[in-house]
């Protein structure tokens, strides 16, 4: 199973990116298997889908930055995440995690009062691999709600439990 670290030129992926101070601005779960097709998991305006690789890619003109090979095996939350597909992307999160940025950056903590448990934004997907923090602790300390790409990223530059996968550098 793999991460995948992209950004598009959108409004919306500019102010990610703004915001986490990030190159990134969303991440995908690759190298999965539905019915023998290669697919990608993610979470974005349409919601909680799956799509081949090449049909996301060709949709949303977005450049991968890096790719990432999660080493512990945490396929088993993949049908725990497969039974939400469908749900809403959860837009208010990212509006309330602006905001807590912002008010963070002025010295006040604020939490985010807008997120919705039961719909995802791409980075919230991925943390709800290993929720518990078991194969993979540096996601036991992580507020699903809170975490951006740009934070995945660097735990996976950090972390032994993640192996760079992608050729470019």
């Known amino acids: 199973m793999k991460l995948i670290f992209t950004s598009r030129k959108t409004l919306l992926a500019r102010l990610i990116r703004f915001f986490t101070s990030s190159k990134v601005s969303h991440v995908l779960i690759g190298d999965l298997h539905f019915?023998?097709?290669?697919?990608?998991?993610?979470?974005?305006?349409?919601?909680?889908?799956?799509?081949?690789?090449?049909?996301?890619?060709?949709?949303?003109?977005?450049?991968?930055?890096?790719?990432?090979?999660?080493?512990?095996?945490?396929?088993?939350?993949?049908?725990?995440?497969?039974?939400?597909?469908?749900?809403?992307?959860?837009?208010?999160?990212?509006?309330?995690?602006?905001?807590?940025?912002?008010?963070?950056?002025?010295?006040?903590?604020l939490r985010n009062l807008f997120a919705d448990p039961e719909r995802f934004v791409c980075s919230e997907l991925v943390v709800h691999l290993d929720p518990s923090g078991l194969k993979i602790p540096e996601f036991k300390k992580l507020d699903p709600e809170k975490t951006s790409a740009e934070d995945l990223l660097q735990i996976c530059r950090k972390s032994g439990r993640f192996r760079r996968a992608d050729e470019s550098k």
């Open 35 to 109: 019915y023998g097709q290669p697919v990608v998991m993610h979470s974005t305006h349409g919601g909680l889908r799956i799509d081949t690789f090449e049909v996301w890619r060709q949709r949303t003109d977005s450049t991968v930055f890096e790719v990432w090979e999660i080493i512990p095996d945490v396929s088993s939350a993949i049908p725990v995440l497969a039974a939400k597909l469908g749900s809403g992307y959860d837009l208010p999160n990212l509006f309330g995690n602006a905001l807590s940025i912002l008010m963070r950056k002025l010295g006040v903590k």
